[in-house]
């Protein structure tokens, strides 16, 4: 079973430059999850989809992040502008969903290592 | 609001002896707890969880172990490994949504 792909794997801007990040989740996954690991820290939820449909987004800077899911399958990340203090990794990660959620594990991707100078 | 927290960043162990990871939390709403390992240029692979109704789970060389009334768990790792060297993240979840704590490094020396 092919795992969560992302692209690129590295990424580097300058500030008040824009950037895009793609996932594409394990087949069959309906629920997909962008996190955010700045160095030092652990994973923090940005935005989670259901197919196609936003189920939370409470911790995502929507003045400069959006990220969509067009026919629940791939998603993409965007930061436009880009500050300095956005350097992290990105992580997208999928599950089954529409299960008991403490057995709908979730699988991370490798990540995106984004340097904002 | 660290709502997670791992309180020792990193510990040395020696191959074949026991590993004991510990993290702490505050928010009591947490359904289940879940920890992942994580090695360098990978994303974290998802290694033990426990309901927040039990108290004690197993699977192999890893036990979690619950303690409600501190709000803490706790990870077991026996006997240690130098393969299991690698970040351990601690996370409380509830409705799908999972709160990491920073992580802890471990090192199994042969």
């Known amino acids: 079973e092919a795992g969560v792909a992302q692209s690129p794997r590295y990424k580097i801007i300058e500030k008040r430059q824009s950037v895009a990040f793609w996932c594409n989740p394990i087949?069959?996954?309906?629920?997909l999850y962008w996190y955010q690991q700045i160095l030092g820290q652990g994973p923090k939820l940005l935005i989670q989809?259901?197919?196609?449909?936003?189920?939370?987004d409470s911790q995502l800077p929507k003045d400069r992040f959006s990220a969509e899911r067009l026919k629940g399958v791939d998603s993409t990340l965007k930061i436009q502008p880009a500050k300095l203090e956005d350097s992290a990794v990105y992580l997208c990660?999928?599950?089954?969903?529409?299960?008991?959620?403490?057995?709908?594990?979730?699988?991370f991707g490798p990540g995106t290592r984004l340097t904002v100078l | 609001d660290q709502q997670v927290k791992q309180n020792s960043p990193s510990l040395s162990v020696q191959e074949g002896r026991i590993s004991i990871l510990n993290c702490d939390y505050t928010?009591?709403?947490?359904?289940?707890f879940l920890w992942y390992k994580k090695y360098p240029a990978e994303g974290p692979t998802f290694l033990i969880s426990?309901?927040?109704?039990?108290d004690k789970n197993e699977d192999g060389r890893f036990t979690v172990f619950l303690n409600k009334s501190a709000k803490h768990l706790s990870l077991h790792i026996v006997p240690s490994q130098p393969g299991d060297s690698a970040v351990y993240f601690c996370?409380?979840?509830?409705?799908?949504?999972?709160?990491f704590g920073g992580g802890t490094r471990v090192l199994v020396k042969p």
């Open positions: 989809f259901q197919n196609n449909g936003v189920v939370d």
């Open positions: 087949s069959g996954h309906a629920t």
């Open positions: 928010n009591s709403m947490f359904d289940y």
């Open positions: 990660a999928s599950s089954l969903g529409g299960r008991a959620a403490s057995t709908d594990t979730q699988y």
């Open positions: 426990i309901s927040s109704i039990k």
């Open positions: 996370a409380g979840g509830k409705s799908n949504k999972l709160t």
